[in-house]
Structures are given as C-alpha cells and as structure tokens.
Nanobody, 126 residues
C-alpha cells in the first residue's frame, strides 16, 4: 500500500513563505490527480490546489497567486509553495492522490482521492 508523507510545515510570521513537499512511498505509484487540502481547527477540510498528471493545475478561490502547486514526476513528489502567508492560513495541510481519477477540470472534493498523507502543521502568527 502506498503512503504519502508530507514535510515542510512549521511556524512562521505573517508575510512569510513555506514550501510543503509530499513524497509517495512507492516509486511505482502513478498518481493521476494530486492535491493539497487543509483543515483548521473546528472547520471542514478544504481543497487548496490540485494538479493533474498532464500538468493542469487548479486552485480554490482565493488561493491562486499566493499558492503554487507543482510536481516532480521523476521523484513522485508534490509541492506547495506558499507565499504572503496570513494567520488564517494556519491549518494542517494534507497531501492526497488518486491513481484512477482525473482532476483536469477543476479542484476535486476530498472524496475524489483515495490516498492521503497524515498532514503537516502550518502555523502563521500575526
């Protein structure tokens, strides 16, 4: 069974930048859709951005411009570059992927993706 492992979270002041990474434990895993979600305490999990295997990236409303999703397919690694961070970006960030479903036409709901990481905490202080 493939596992996704996130890294790169931490505590940072408002206005700062972080780069999250997500690596699949199995080299043979071929993710068709990859995505970043986040969940703040007391709130529902929400999508941040997704990227399809053909490179098509999609962003949730308000995310594009500050957040950039990318991938290194040779290393089966997903990235999320976050800039101009705000206290409201504080959340646990999760990486997710699915080997069958596409996300070429927009960001997917959580139910669209079968494989999840355990999350990495991002805390932004004012």
């Amino acid at each position: 069974e493939v596992q996704l492992v996130e890294s790169g979270g931490g505590s940072i002041e408002s206005g700062g930048s972080l780069r999250l990474s997500c690596v699949a434990s199995r080299d043979t895993f071929l993710g068709r859709c990859w995505a970043w979600f986040r969940q703040a305490p007391g709130k529902e999990r929400e999508v941040v951005a997704s990227i399809n295997s053909d490179g098509t990236a999609s962003y949730a409303n308000g995310m594009k411009g500050r957040f950039t999703i990318s991938q290194d397919t040779s290393k089966n690694t997903l990235f999320l570059q976050m800039t101009s961070l705000r206290p409201e970006d504080t959340a646990t960030y999760y990486c997710a992927a699915d080997s069958r479903r596409s996300c070429r036409f927009g960001t997917p709901p959580p139910s669209h993706l079968a494989t999840w990481g355990r999350g990495t905490q991002v805390t932004v202080s004012s």
